[in-house]
T-cell receptor, first 113, second 113 residues
Framework: GESVGLHLPTLSVQEGDNSIINCAYSNSASDYFIWYKQESGKGPQFIIDIRSNMDKRQGQRVTVLLNKTVKHLSLQIAATQPGDSAVYFCAEIKNNAGNMLTFGGGTRLMVKP | ETGVTQTPRHLVMGMTNKKSLKCEQHLGHNAMYWYKQSAKKPLELMFVYNFKEQTENNSVPSRFSPECPNSSHLFLHLHTLQPEDSALYLC????????????FGPGTRLTVT
């Protein structure tokens, strides 16, 4: 069936390095994607979004890349900090599915000091 | 803080108990959501309310009963739950249904014994 999934369940990086979290999706009708960050004991927090008519969007220290050809989404975090340690989820919205969010399984990012 | 609060933060209940989860949003949003987050599973949408009306029920068992008395408050009434219902229950809100940026509460950690 259609799904949003993540390549790696856990990613460990050194403080100061760049992090790349990947996400694959299978529904070509998806037209909007969001990355959420969930810290321990908290609910998911919106990080950045991108529409399907874009291939790149930048925020503060974060960049989202969208490759529609291979249905791949990535979140890049520059100069990773200990406060970036969390679980990261990608989510997609399909206009033909009531605009409901479908979440992927999540990747845990661990930042080593 | 995201502007979405949930109480209680932790709940332990027996299978014959009846309890309720409460969610309140202080953002002036019109849509509210219940999600279930189990270990090692993606976030699962349970219910959606838009302007106090239920618009989505994602095939949720009847032992979960939502209530939305106004656009700022959302309840999830629980009765005769099963151990497999143990999970983190997250509430979220957005400006409108299908509003792409959903704001999540911290969740209620439910344990059914």
């Amino acid at each position: 069936g259609e799904s949003v999934g993540l390549h790696l369940p856990t990613l460990s990086v050194q403080e100061g390095d760049n992090s790349i979290i990947n996400c694959a999706y299978s529904n070509s009708a998806s037209d909007y994607f969001i990355w959420y960050k969930q810290e321990s004991g908290k609910g998911p927090q919106f990080i950045i979004d991108i529409r399907s008519n874009m291939d790149k969007r930048q925020g503060q220290r974060v960049t989202v890349l969208l490759n529609k050809t291979v249905k791949h989404l990535s979140l890049q975090i520059a100069a990773t900090q200990p406060g970036d340690s969390a679980v990261y989820f990608c989510a997609e919205i399909k206009n033909n599915a009531g605009n409901m969010l479908t979440f992927g399984g999540g990747t845990r990012l661990m930042v080593k000091p | 803080e995201t502007g979405v609060t949930q109480t209680p933060r932790h709940l332990v209940m027996g299978m014959t108990n009846k309890k309720s989860l409460k969610c309140e949003q202080h953002l002036g949003h019109n849509a509210m959501y219940w999600y279930k987050q189990s270990a090692k599973k993606p976030l699962e949408l349970m219910f959606v309310y838009n302007f106090k009306e239920q618009t989505e029920n994602n095939s949720v068992p009847s032992r979960f009963s939502p209530e939305c008395p106004n656009s700022s408050h959302l309840f999830l009434h629980l009765h005769t739950l099963q151990p497999e219902d143990s999970a983190l229950y997250l509430c979220a809100s957005s400006q409108d249904q299908g509003g792409y940026e959903q704001y999540f509460g911290p969740g209620t950690r439910l344990t059914v014994t």
